[in-house]
């Protein structure tokens, strides 16, 4: 199982970017897709997750309606849209895939935000 993350980088205060997780090894619409998050000496927090049926989401309280989880099923992607980003927002996001076989992790890609 490999997950690459993509499309991190560095944006201002109010910008956007768009981070992709490119899944080989698994079919990530038969996982429980996550997009985690870890500030500088802070903890793991969870972003999103989208997962089947329904391809249902859900979002943490604090970028809830900045925040969009989507997945691509012929890629084999899963997306994470953020608009509105703040300097909290500061952190290494990763992709994660969770299957009945255990939970995989991608390595991470940098987003930073400055004011």
């Known amino acids: 199982v490999k997950l690459v993350e993509s499309g991190g980088g560095q944006v201002q205060a109010g910008g956007s970017l768009r981070l992709s997780c490119a899944a080989s090894?698994?079919?990530?619409?038969?996982?429980?897709m996550r997009w985690y998050r870890r500030a500088p000496g802070g903890q793991f927090e969870e972003v999103a997750l989208?997962?089947?049926?329904?391809?249902?989401?859900q979002y943490r309280n604090s970028v809830r309606d900045r925040f969009t989880i989507s997945r691509d099923d012929g890629k084999n992607t899963v997306d994470l849209q953020m608009n509105n980003l703040q300097v909290e927002d500061t952190a290494r996001y990763y992709c994660t895939a969770d299957m009945k076989a255990g939970e995989y992790w991608g390595r991470g890609i940098e987003v930073t935000v400055s004011a």
């Open positions: 989208i997962r089947t049926p329904g391809e249902t989401t």
């Open positions: 090894g698994i079919i990530v619409s038969r996982a429980v």
